[in-house]
């Protein structure tokens, strides 16, 4: 069974390595997400989480500051 990535649209070998140049999709094929993708969402993922703490924060701190005046 082929594989391809459903976000740079390159075939994948079993590994989940891509192996060519991003295709047309094509709907025979099992959509997946290769490693490099995966890598690259997981590091997406875990930099908004970052993002989301620190405005959390800035938000907990600014009603602190609303208090204390
Ligand atoms: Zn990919």
């Known amino acids: 069974m082929q594989r391809q990535c459903a976000?740079?649209?390159r075939f994948m070998d079993h590994f989940g390595e891509p192996i060519s140049?991003?295709?047309p999709k094509r709907y025979?094929?099992?959509h997946g997400m290769c490693c490099v993708c995966g890598s690259l969402w997981l590091e997406q993922a875990i930099r908004n989480t970052d993002e989301q703490k620190a405005q959390q924060k800035q938000t907990l701190l600014s009603k602190i500051d609303d208090q204390g005046a």
């Open 7 to 9: 976000w740079c649209l």
């Open 28 to 30: 025979e094929v099992s």
């Open 21 to 23: 140049a991003p295709q």
